[in-house]
């Protein structure tokens, strides 16, 4: 599976960005996806995940209520809608799909070590 993550990009205080996440090498119909970022001098940190049948869908408490992400499995591909952005959510993020077996717990979507297949990364920055 190799994941290819665009539409990073500048932007003001309060803007938006839509990131997508375009797979191929095979259907992420039945695969977890998520996205993750990493800012300057600090560690990998989740963002969001959802579910191969889009039925549940998880957020770090940082993002809760300004971005959304979703799926296309016909066209394979993940999305971040991000609105009200912030200068603290500069950093390149990245995308990130797992088959989901042995995501026994909703815990497991949060954990980085967990995801199997990742994108290169694009960066986002917001400027203040």
């Known amino acids: 599976v190799q994941l290819q993550a665009s539409g990073g990009g500048l932007v003001q205080d309060g803007g938006s960005l839509r990131l997508s996440c375009a797979a191929s090498?095979?259907?992420?119909?039945?695969?977890?996806m998520g996205w993750f970022r990493q800012a300057p001098g600090k560690e990998r940190e989740f963002v969001t995940a959802?579910?191969?049948?889009?039925?549940?869908?998880f957020y770090a408490d940082s993002v809760k209520g300004r971005f959304t992400m979703s799926r296309d499995d016909a066209k394979n591909t993940g999305y971040l809608q991000m609105n009200s952005l912030r200068p603290e959510d500069t950093a390149v993020y990245y995308c990130?799909?797992?088959?989901?077996?042995?995501?026994?717990?909703?815990?497991?979507?949060?954990?980085?070590?967990?995801?199997?297949?990742w994108g290169q990364g694009t960066q986002v920055t917001v400027s203040s």
């Open positions: 090498g095979r259907s992420l119909g039945s695969y977890v």
């Open positions: 959802i579910s191969w049948n889009s039925g549940a869908t």
């Open positions: 990130a799909a797992d088959s989901g077996m042995g995501f026994w717990s909703s815990s497991y979507y949060y954990s980085p070590q967990k995801y199997s297949y």
